[in-house]
């Protein structure tokens, strides 16, 4: 199976400042790979995801990755923090091959706050 | 809001209640799934519905009886829960179960407490 390692449960910015959210994926196939935003009382809402393509992702809102094979890594980076990107951050990666093809595999989670 | 609503958003329950959470979808999907998300632990999938069938019940307890009536609608009926059962509770569908690549779109949750 997938596994995915968010490195970083809680991160805290200054507005205006950069983000970097940091995410390990483990997989023996290449992999598809997403980022999922939760903000207080919502459900997960899609961010970007890198399907093979483009090694360099650009989501909503600013955000972006680069899928790294080399260091198994998929980094969600923004330029500058708005204090509206609080919100619990997701890393997923998807089972590549088998009978759970396409199951999704959660990490645990980074926890942004923005300072004003 | 996202084409996935869950209804109730918020539930609080006794230990002997009976109560069902209802997700709806309107992005003509053909698989849905329940997770629950508790707090400081990952994501975990609870049950897969594949054009209304059961593809995945990832050892839940009894105590969580899912139901599928058509591919738009995904409930899942609650009895003699437990105080861990406390949780929010997520429905998501996709195009498909089994695909590559495979994106879920999520719903607001159902807040759940057990007393």
């Known amino acids: 199976a997938q596994s995915v390692t968010q490195l970083d449960s809680h991160v805290s910015v200054s507005e205006g400042t950069p983000v970097l959210l940091r995410c390990n994926y483990s997989?023996?196939?290449?992999?598809?790979l997403f980022w999922y935003v939760q903000h207080p009382n919502k459900g997960l809402q899609l961010l970007l995801k890198?399907?093979?393509?483009?090694?360099l992702v650009k989501g909503i809102n600013g955000f972006e990755a680069e899928f790294k094979k080399s260091e198994t890594s998929f980094h969600l980076t923004k330029p500058s923090a708005h204090m509206s990107d609080a919100a619990e951050y997701f890393c997923?990666?998807?089972?590549?091959?088998?009978?759970?093809?396409?199951?999704?595999?959660f990490g645990r989670g980074t926890q942004l706050t923005v300072w004003p | 809001e996202t084409g996935v609503t869950q209804t109730p958003r918020h539930l609080v329950m006794g230990m002997t209640n009976k109560k069902s959470l209802k997700c709806e979808q309107h992005?003509?999907?053909?698989?849905m799934y329940w997770y629950k998300q508790s707090a400081k632990k990952p994501l975990e999938l609870m049950f897969v519905?594949?054009?209304?069938?059961?593809?995945e019940n990832n050892s839940v307890p009894s105590r969580f009886s899912p139901e599928c009536p058509n591919s738009s609608h995904l409930f899942l009926h609650l009895h003699t829960l437990q105080p861990e059962d406390s949780a929010l509770y997520l429905c998501?569908?996709?195009?498909?179960?089994?695909?590559?690549?495979?994106?879920?779109?999520f719903g607001p949750g159902t807040r759940l407490t057990v007393l």
């Open positions: 519905y594949n054009f209304k069938e059961q593809t």
């Open positions: 890198y399907t093979s393509a483009a090694t």
């Open positions: 998501a569908s996709s195009q498909d179960e089994g695909l590559l690549r495979n994106e879920q779109f």
């Open positions: 997923v990666v998807s089972e590549a091959w088998g009978s759970t093809l396409g199951r999704l595999y």
């Open positions: 997989s023996s196939y290449s992999p598809s």
């Open positions: 992005l003509g999907h053909n698989a």
